[in-house]
């Protein structure tokens, strides 16, 4: 068996929360992380914002959904909705 064949893909999902859905098909979702300083081990919260294309899912703001890199759909959105929890 070739390794190429062999590899499995690894594709990069993400959970947060819909904090825009005024454009169409098109929601911003805000990912949450918890990190560790690594002089003063201190928590803190960090958080980005990630523009995912909805595709047949309707959803509103405050919906917990999973995210998952794709494509380029356009200039800013690389990421799709796959699930709302």
């Known amino acids: 068996m070739n390794t190429e064949q062999s590899r499995k893909k690894v594709v990069r999902r993400l959970t947060g929360i819909v ?4 454009m169409a098909k098109t929601v911003i979702v805000i990912v949450s992380r918890t990190m560790v ?3 003063y081990g ?6 980005k914002h ?3 294309d909805t595709g ?9 959904v999973i995210i998952e ?5 356009s ?10 929890i």
């Open 42 to 47: 201190k928590a803190y919260k960090v958080s």
């Open 37 to 39: 300083h690594p002089k």
């Open 75 to 84: 200039k800013t959105k690389r990421w799709r909705v796959v699930e709302k």
């Open 19 to 22: 904090s825009s859905s005024k």
């Open 69 to 73: 890199a794709s494509r380029p759909i």
């Open 56 to 64: 047949t899912f309707s959803l509103k703001e405050g919906d917990r």
């Open 50 to 52: 990630y523009a995912a």
